[in-house]
């Protein structure tokens, strides 16, 4: 049985021979054994081979002795809602985000939404799979549950709706699943949307759904240039990650959303806690310490982003992926709440998106992630070590390697679900020091 979907957060490999509805419905029963879960909640994504694997998963967990509620399609945040504000023993999504049209995936909490990863439990449920599973003594039962309506008023909390202003936004939904919330939301708020891709298609007609991907983005910069938008958002395929542009179309690095979402808990929270990853953080860390907050650097990762948040009761985290976490939300990632509240600023401040941005980005200029595929990612990690160990001021290996050089600094980590080296960098104030550090280090990384 090739059980290679299994990696360090979740469950992601390609259909059918990495992953079909024998094996998934296998995992449904090794999950109940393994978590003792009565009540589950399941939803699927748009790909196409998602609701016959939603269903193998089905048969599997009410075999095993446990009740499933069905949300249907889905985003995955729905998921982790719907797991704590009913207070289910646990939730599964199944899909794969970002990945080929051709893959598919799971990703799994249990109580209070808590990610399953592979040092809590998602190895044990590898390693069950294999066996054999006798049916529990009475048999689960499955029960549609609509969870939109609560969704939604709990996405509205996050903001003072009267008094949004009536912007005009480009919403980009790549044909994955926002288009979906998009239309529920489009009622309540007084946006004016113009709407690309907004149908939900597995067949990926435009492509898989990640803005993370430069080409991915023209489609939402050309709408917002041509109808003088105000500002605009884009999801990938799940929509537990958005991306934002500004009025000038310019895509928006995450990095400094993370500052700008950070500054608006600590005006409500003083001395909050603020969680961010190691790969940038110059501008996260002085905003929050500007606004009195505490920044605490985890490394990158939603089940350690979501640990961390949890031990040091962190009001907010972001990554620079795009990936936004809160405290109100069971500590989980959401790529709803994030557009909402960078809305809810631009109309308290009458600022735009730009005049919000513009000095962060000129203070700490980035590289942005760039990834490169190497086949000795350790050794060329440990090269570049050595080349910069002697003008380092600091040292750091939470999350690969970190170099410090006072007025530039680096961040080069092997990724933890791909076979990608990932390189930031960013500068104080000078970004021609910033580019000529990239290219040093890419042509290093390169001999």
């Known amino acids: 049985m090739d059980l290679t979907a299994f990696k360090a957060y979740d469950i992601r490999g390609r259909v059918p021979d990495q992953l079909n509805e024998d094996v998934v419905e296998r995992i449904g029963r090794a999950y109940v054994e393994v978590t003792g879960a009565k009540k589950l909640v399941v939803g699927y994504d748009i790909r196409l081979s998602s609701p016959a694997l939603a269903a193998a998963l089905i048969k599997g967990v009410t075999a095993a002795g446990c009740d499933v509620f069905d ?31 051709d893959y598919n995936g799971m990703k799994m909490v249990g109580k209070g939404s808590r990610p399953i990863s592979s040092d809590n439990g998602l190895l044990d449920i590898k390693d069950r799979v294999r066996g054999d599973f006798e049916d529990a003594a009475q048999a689960g039962t499955v029960h549609q549950l609509n969870v939109m309506d609560d969704y939604i008023n709990h996405l509205l909390g996050y ?23 998009v239309d529920v939301l489009e ?10 891709l907004n149908e939900p298609d597995g067949h990926f007609p435009n492509g898989v759904p990640n803005p993370l991907l430069k080409e991915n983005r ?53 001395g909050a806690r603020i969680i961010h990853d190691p790969r940038l953080t110059w501008n996260t860390v002085e905003v929050v310490e500007q606004a009195g907050g505490v920044a605490v650097e985890s490394k990158t990762g939603h089940a350690f982003i979501k640990a961390r948040m949890r031990e040091e009761d962190a009001v907010y985290g972001g990554e620079m992926s795009a ?17 909402l509240l960078v809305a809810a600023l631009m109309s308290r401040s009458g600022k735009t998106l730009s005049q919000l941005i513009d000095e962060r980005i000129a203070r700490f200029p980035a590289s942005g992630e760039i990834n490169r595929t190497i086949d000795d990612a350790k050794s060329v990690i440990a090269k570049v070590e050595a080349a910069y160990t002697e003008s ?30 990932r390189l930031n960098v960013e500068s104080r104030g000078d970004q021609a020091l910033m580019e000529a550090k990239t290219d040093e280090l890419l042509t290093l990384m390169a001999e």
Not at 169 to 181: D, K, R
């Open 71 to 101: 949300i249907g399609l889905s985003g995955t945040e729905q998921i982790y809602f719907s797991t704590f504000f009913y207070e289910m023993d646990g939730g599964i999504a199944v899909t794969a985000s970002h990945n080929p049209k």
């Open 159 to 181: 903001v003072d709706v009267p008094n949004l202003k009536p912007y005009h936004v480009v919403v980009n939904a790549g044909n994955g699943g926002a288009g979906m919330i």
């Open 187 to 196: 009622s309540r708020l007084p946006f004016k949307y113009t709407k690309l």
């Open 218 to 270: 023209d489609a939402t910069r050309a709408a917002i240039l041509e109808q003088k938008a105000d500002f605009g958002v884009a999801w990938d395929g799940d929509f537990d990650r958005c991306f934002l542009f500004d009025e000038t179309g310019r895509f928006i690095e995450g990095y400094y959303i993370v500052g700008l979402l950070a500054e608006q808990f600590l005006l409500k929270e003083k």
């Open 323 to 339: 990936h936004h976490y809160f405290r109100e939300f069971a500590y989980c990632d959401s790529g709803m709440i994030p557009w």
């Open 392 to 421: 380092a001021k600091e040292i750091s290996r939470v999350d690969g390697l970190s170099m410090d050089f006072g007025e530039w600094r680096f961040n080069l980590r092997m990724s933890n679900t791909e076979p990608l080296v």
